[in-house]
């Protein structure tokens, strides 16, 4: 592999955690856009988050066996061309206003992804030189963060139209003229998301035209024999539950963040978008923070931290009112940014020619976003957003704990991104 060509590949390798980052942090923009536009209660806005995660709980060990059969490459490819369908397919889904419609198109667009992050994440750890590995893997989680903060900026300006019909507007209006508003709201989505299919299906042929090096997988001290169960890894075990509670806990505290401003400060969607677009912007300088951070303290150790803190601003967020409650769950991101890939680092660690089974067992873990953010909804729905809240408290609390089963560890650094 020349060093151009290894370039060019590090490259296109690295706009793949874009692209996934990007659609993932819109659900934060649809789940109040289609709250709206489908007329729902708070549990199944929720299921926006559902049939995002759900997807990668089910394609996370098909993924595996499939790129150990075909390959990176065509893994890649065939991920990026079921997000491009799913992308395309919320067009339809605007012009019948099903609900239903969208969140088949959001469980394509997530199995794609959940084919990107299989590979992607484990390739441009191997692609090139070990001793780069971990100087790679930030650089590529540098743009999954900064999706995220431009997905808010996005989805706010293109989706979300500032408006929000209180129950006695609706019922002083016309049958057509809600259905107008209804059909308004959901037509929103229809170009940002068609560009969303057309770059990705570009990117999808960029690569499927480009000659990808083969990589193999970097396996000094592993511990793990072949022959043992990968269930037997106890550690493993607390990482998958870690994972479970962690993308949980992310998903539901920014996903339902317009929903909490708007309860707990009256703050509008357009506003609340651009606050929620700051928190990720926390996000983001988060990751190179932490990892600036992690030169000097072991990452196990700013795990325990950064997990203390959470769980401090949550209930920070519960006690205070107005702004200051919704300025304590923007902080939160910040302090959740080293999570996922820590979290994920110390689950394989040491696992060896099982790294791959792991691997996949972690990333089905990720179904936490699928469930967490439901159960956010029914506390919603029954009592408050804000007592809703109060959940993700519980997944920091886990995290904690899973830290600090790790105390001893010191050489782990981030593996891969979420």
Known sequence: MTKKTGIYAVVLITSLFFLWGFAL???????????????????QSAFVDSAFYIAYFIVAIPAGLFMNKYGYKKG???????????AFLFYPAAETRQYAFFLGALFIIASGCGFLETAANPYINNLGDPSGATQRINFAQSFNGLAATLSALVGGKFILSGVTLTNSQKLGMSGQQLNNYLQGESNAVKIPYIIIGLVVLTVAILIWFTDLPDIKEHSSNDDVKNGSSIFKEKNLMLGVLGIFFYVGSQAGVLSFFIRYSKY???????????????????????????????????PVKILI??????CGLLILAFIVDGRLSVYAIMAIPFFMSIMFPTIFSLSILGLGEKTKKGSSLLIM??????VIPLTLGVVSDHSNIRVAYLIPLICFAYIFYFAFKNIRVTNVQPAVSH
């Open 76 to 86: 890649i490819v065939f991920g990026l061309s079921l997000f491009a369908i799913g």
């Open 365 to 370: 873990g990720i179904v936490g976003g699928a």
């Open 25 to 43: 942090n819109l659900n934060s923009i649809l789940v109040p856009h289609l709250k709206k536009a489908c007329q729902l209660t708070d549990l």
């Open 305 to 310: 931290i950064y997990s203390v803190i959470n």
């Open 264 to 298: 707990v400060s009256n703050i509008g969607e357009k506003e609340a978008s651009s606050l929620l677009a700051g928190a990720l912007l926390g996000f983001m300088i988060g990751r190179f923070f932490g990892t600036f951070l992690m030169r000097f303290i072991a």
